[in-house]
């Protein structure tokens, strides 16, 4: 019997591992189970990258929307900085895999954490955004944090064919990425 009871404690600590990979709660109480198991210390690694998006700028499109008429074709948009601490020098541009138009609109100076911008309007109807379809086509935000560290992120844009031959960008906003800077 006490063999049994030695494998049953060898498979229980397996279980008890893989359970704490995957448990969530990390309150004061479980610290101490946590940082005794190998899963403590995925669990620890985790808690850092979790914290440091809190502490970095991070810069997503809201209220999206479009419109068009007389007056040309238009993007219409506010950004807004999620993060937990402030943007600064905010440039968008609009982004294919083979074409880049650059300051879609003045640069932002400071955008707080939580903060969102006036609505931002581009008239894209003399661009290749209208014109033709697009691989990859995005939205990218380009900016730093107070310290100098530089961030880009974005959203893919869904363009929609029309009648007459030429592209919408559709309202609908696509996926969410961060490209690589380097500092």
Sequence with gaps: YIGMFTLFDKIWDKISIYLNIFNRDHSPSNKASIKN???GVIQ?????VNISHHTQPRIDVVDYGGSGG???TFVIFKIKNDGGEAAIDIQ???AADDIQIGNIFNTIHNLSSGQT??????????TEFFTRQLVNPRIVFRYKAADGRSFA????IVQESRADGRYN?????????EESVSN
């Design 153 to 156: 992120t974005g959203r893919t």
């Design 37 to 39: 198991s190998p899963s």
């Design 117 to 126: 911008s006036q609505s931002i309007s581009y008239p894209y109807h003399n």
């Design 92 to 94: 968008g541009e609009l």
């Design 169 to 177: 960008i559709h309202t609908r906003l696509g996926s969410y990425f």
């Design 70 to 72: 007389a007056d040309g």
């Design 44 to 48: 620890q690694a985790q808690q850092i």
